[in-house]
């Protein structure tokens, strides 16, 4: 079969297979805590910090190393203090009766982190925030 096929060519390539360790809690972890200490000024950021966010938390949260719940908290957490103030006050006007102990979920926190940057710019973000894992640092860019 095609499965067991792919299995042996897999086999001869060490690394190749896309395993249970492909990322790690620390791996978002390291993303989430660089990414709350830069200013998120434009789309283009938010953009960056999405992308590498869903990239890692999507494949815990499909490999059920994390939940729903974690991956929205942790998504929050990735926002300097200043963005966090304004989207939760934005996500409180949106959602008044919202339990304040529950995490939005990540559409609400997508739609509204969209809804604050509206009119910012959307082109080359100011950051890189490429390629973070537990072997790599966040850095401005120069």
Not at 45 to 67: A, C, D, M, P, T
Not at 78 to 84: L, Q, S, T, V, W
Request: charged share 20%; with cysteine; aromatic share 10%.
């Amino acid at each position: 079969s095609y499965e067991a096929f792919k299995a042996k060519v897999l086999g001869l390539y060490p690394g190749a297979t896309l395993d249970d360790h492909q990322y790690s809690h620390t791996d978002l972890e390291l993303l989430v805590d660089q990414s709350s200490k830069i200013a998120l000024k434009n789309q283009a950021q938010f953009g960056e910090y999405h992308q590498e966010f869903n990239r890692i938390s999507s494949w815990l949260v499909q490999k059920q190393k994390i939940s729903k719940h974690e991956q929205s908290q942790e998504f929050m957490r990735g926002f300097e203090p200043a963005f966090c103030k304004h989207l939760i006050g934005q996500l409180q006007i949106k959602a008044s009766d919202h339990y304040p102990e529950d995490p939005y979920e990540m559409k609400e926190l997508l739609d509204t982190s969209n809804w604050l940057l509206a009119g910012t710019s959307a082109e080359a973000p100011v950051v890189a925030l490429s390629n973070v894992t537990s072997n790599t640092v966040m850095t401005p860019s120069t």
